[in-house]
């Protein structure tokens, strides 16, 4: 802004120095002074520098320092890549951004450039980029007088009638000056003047037509031939000149010349009429008679751009277009046309034809693109410039406006900088992910019947922006594993897309840290990072971990990187690996549960329920029961769901008090598992019944295979020992006699000792006084004790059918002398069941065992 003001400022200051010396002018050249300086001064205020300097300046020579003209720094000419935009094909002007200035680049003539156009200028705009900026420059180039004024004939010839009066005229062909203002043609001087004068037409500086008056008249008898040099002269500093020679041939004859019926015809042609088109019609009358009248018309003279275009029909004074023409190139044509009669041009006269060109809208707009950029950023904010644009239409009025519009649903516009210039701008915000490229269509029509039109295709690219994170395409995810799985195995795959392109659309998968259990998540899964493939790291349980959840970070390769996260369960699925458990009735050691079922119960009675659980899950863990043997199949069954065992008649006399009830426990696996448990069963009334019974029972051969074959190690193992113990016993008694039978000999008397609380029993061995019930023990005893206790139910009877000991105490709350009768579970070896004794019967045995021991 301060820039502008101080430009302002000083187009001010410079106007108001040009008043004051226009102070000291004439009135007559005030107005057009005061018509260049104000704009001069709206030139400058619009951003526009004008510059005059005269034609044929040297090469180099500086026309003026547009840096600060334009209130630039010579940084930013370097910077913009300053340079000179113009539609001529030759550039007279080139700028020196070092310098800032510009300078001559080709020979400037003004005569071959603008002709006798004035005042003559060359337009050109000067283009800046990042940001982009242009300005507009003319330079008005001033004529020097280089050129004197140029008759087309060196000579002319008339021949005059001696009878020609005073006052005849005659047209005399103009000099031809291509210089322009006051270097331009001035006037004409004919010498000698003893018989004719010069008439000019035209304002000075401006002559339009030459006559040569007869002022005294001819006599052929003095002169026959004249010679007069006629010179033209114009106005330049040093003045310059042409001469041509007149040539006159005195006659007698005719004394009237031809008069056209008009001084000034005028006519109008459209542009690209065909050649041959009768453009108007001269016509000139004589008043003499027979070939004295007789007229032929002729063309006198023509500017150069006129030269070709045009012919006049002798006879009949037709104007002919005789060339083409076009608006574009000349708007009026000027053609002066002369009548001579039929004495050989004795008597002559001429008028002028005026023909105005007529546009035609024969030109299309054409588009010229100044500067452009090829891609633009996605985050181009709106207003930036993409394209400059020059639009040109050769044609004039309605033929030459020109508007200009664009493709519609893209986000640009095309704006109007100035006169017949555009810019391409971005009109809102851009997305490459919606579209990548755009063809711009621009498309100039002008405004003429019928309309011309052309166009023009940008083709833009736009440049991607890391703006958008990379997305899943769930917002959670659930994967699958069966247990038992094998270390490293995929689960399943993630799939994150990002809009972006190339480097910003490379999508990472990161598993983020967490822990499960106190454990890192990612000891049991891994992420690859290129691919989104889940593996397990793990063989998973699903007895111990069921499913688990971690999140996982998709990351995009842009920078600064977008992530988004998601959510991951893995549900692990359950196999059937485990069988069946039972916890009812308990299995443990050797002991078997027998339920008692009174002979009186009634059909339906539930004798005893088999639970079992399966730590497996779904059908995997869906239990059958089955009874699969019993020694009387008519009598119970089993409940397939509840695994409940009933009776299904009812019970008598003749049925075994011992049932063996085999039952298998299924689970709905594939395949599936079982276990198998077995129910004892005592049929009776009273629980003496129950214990005879259960003394003797033995197991099913299918149940002791195991058990035979540890019977026989055993009994090999006991005869391995035994045979021990009878050669040491032997040895000992050996020993022994053989020690009596040296103290025999001796003569030291023998004193029998006994250690402390032992008492000689039958005189060979001892027994402690305390412990003397332990003597109830086998030889392999050491398996077992004799345990004493109370039952713990009346339909529960605990036995241990796989000891092969002595009896064991039967652990209770109370003492062995409180309850005397109470039952005992005896185990003896190679017994296959139970036997019950009161506690009197069971001291008499250990009284009369430890007895035979010692014996």
């Known amino acids: 802004m301060l820039r502008i003001i101080s430009r302002y400022i000083s187009v001010i200051n410079v106007c108001l120095r040009i008043q004051i010396y226009m102070d000291h002018v004439t009135m007559g050249g005030y107005v057009g002074w005061l018509l260049f300086i104000w704009i001069f001064c709206l030139s400058s205020v619009l951003g526009q520098v004008s510059y005059t300097i005269p034609e044929e300046m040297a090469k180099g020579s500086v026309v003026g320092n547009i840096a600060q003209d334009l209130g630039l720094d010579v940084k930013r000419l370097k910077s913009g890549k300053a340079r000179i935009f113009t539609r001529d094909s030759i550039e007279y002007v080139e700028l020196n951004r070092e310098r800032g200035v510009l300078v001559i680049k080709a020979r400037i003539d003004r005569e071959a450039i603008c002709g006798q156009t004035t005042p003559c200028s060359l337009h050109f705009q000067i283009i800046l980029e990042n940001p982009m900026e242009f300005y507009s420059i003319n330079i008005e180039i001033t004529d020097v007088n280089d050129n004197s004024p140029v008759f087309e004939k060196s000579d002319v010839k008339f021949k005059i009638s001696e009878s020609a009066v005073s006052g005849a005229r005659f047209i005399i062909d103009r000099a031809i000056d291509l210089d322009v203002g006051t270097n331009g043609l001035r006037t004409y001087i004919l010498k000698p003047t003893d018989n004719f004068a010069l008439k000019l037409h035209g304002q000075t500086g401006d002559i339009k037509n030459i006559e040569m008056v007869l002022e005294k008249p001819l006599d052929r008898e003095q002169h026959e031939h004249l010679s007069l040099v006629l010179t033209a002269v114009d106005g330049g500093e040093p003045q310059m000149s042409g001469t041509m020679q007149i040539l006159i041939s005195v006659l007698d004859a005719n004394d009237n010349a031809p ?17 041959g088109t009768i453009v108007t019609t001269v016509t000139a009358t004589d008043a003499d008679d027979g070939e004295n009248g007789k007229i032929t018309y002729s063309v006198s003279s023509m500017l150069d751009h006129t030269r070709g275009k045009f012919d006049v029909n002798e006879k009949n004074g037709d104007v002919i277009l005789s060339g083409s023409i076009d608006y574009e ?11 001579n009669n039929n004495d050989e041009g004795v008597l002559v006269d001429s008028c002028k034809l005026i023909v105005d060109v007529i546009d035609v809208n024969d ?30 239409d050769a044609d004039s009025g309605e033929n030459g406006k020109v508007k200009c519009s664009i493709n519609d649903d893209i986000p640009f516009a095309l704006k109007s900088t100035s006169i017949n210039f555009f810019s391409l701008v971005t009109d809102s915000d851009v997305d490459r992910e919606k579209q990548s490229s755009y063809n711009i269509s621009v498309t100039c029509s002008d405004e003429g019947v019928p309309s011309l039109s052309s166009s023009v295709t940008i083709d833009l690219q736009i440049l991607d922006v890391n703006d958008n994170a990379p997305v899943f395409l769930k917002k959670s995810y659930e994967g699958y594993i069966v247990e038992n799985n094998v270390q490293g195995v995929s689960i399943f795959t993630l799939n994150a897309n990002d809009a972006d392109w190339n480097q910003n659309a490379r999508v990472s998968y990161i598993l983020e840290d967490s822990s499960l259990n106190g454990v890192p998540v990612s000891s049991y899964v891994s992420v690859s990072a290129d691919s989104g493939v889940i593996h397990a790291v793990r063989s998973f349980d699903y007895e111990q971990i069921k499913d688990f959840q971690f999140r996982v970070k998709a990351q995009d390769g842009g920078s600064p990187p977008l992530s988004s996260n998601v959510s991951v369960k893995i549900l692990i699925q359950d196999q059937n690996d485990n069988a069946p458990q039972v916890l009812y009735p308990v299995q443990t050691g050797g002991s078997l549960v027998a339920e008692i079922v009174p002979r009186s119960v009634d059909v339906g009675y539930l004798v005893t329920k088999v639970v079992a659980v399966d730590v497996d899950s779904g059908q995997n863990a869906w239990l059958s029961y089955k009874l699969q043997k019993a020694t009387d199949r008519a009598l119970f069954e089993v409940g397939l769901q509840n695994g409940e065992i009933r009776t299904i008649r009812q019970v008598t006399d003749k049925d075994a008090v011992k049932q063996r009830l085999t039952v298998i426990v299924e689970d709905n696996g594939q395949p599936s598992r079982s276990a198998t448990v077995i129910v004892n069963v005592a049929v009776a009334d009273s629980f003496p019944e129950v214990l005879s019974e259960f003394t003797d029972f033995t197991h099913d051969k299918e149940y002791n295979d195991n058990l035979t074959f540890y019977l026989v190690l055993a009994l090999a193992v006991v005869s391995f020992l035994f045979i021990t113990c009878l050669v040491v016993i032997i040895s000992v008694k050996i020993y022994r006699w053989r020690q009596s039978r040296i103290l025999y000999h001796s003569n030291l008397p023998v004193i029998p000792y006994y250690p402390p609380r032992y008492s000689d ?40 059918p796989s000891s092969t000991g002595t009896m064991q105490r039967i652990q209770s709350e109370k003492s062995i002398l409180d309850e005397p009768d109470s039952p005992l579970e005896v185990r003896k070896a190679g017994a296959s069941g139970p036997s019950v004794l009161h506690r009197g019967a069971f001291i008499r045995y250990c009284v009369r065992a430890s007895q035979l021991f010692y014996s």
């Open 761 to 800: 029993t039958l005189g060979t061995g001892t027994l402690q006084h305390v412990y003397n019930y332990e003597v109830c023990r086998t030889t392999d005893s050491r398996k077992s004790d004799c345990k004493v206790g109370t039952a713990g139910s009346q339909n529960v009877l605990i036995m241990d």
């Open 329 to 339: 190139k000349a708007r009026t044509f000027e053609i002066n046309i002369r009548a």
């Open 363 to 392: 030109n299309i707009p054409d588009i010229h693109i100044m500067s452009k950029s090829n891609v633009i950023s996605e985050d181009a904010k709106p207003n930036t410039v993409v394209t400059m644009i020059n639009i040109e």
């Open 259 to 275: 008069v056209f019926t008009q001084s000034v015809y005028k006519a109008s042609i459209k542009e690209g009429a065909p050649l």
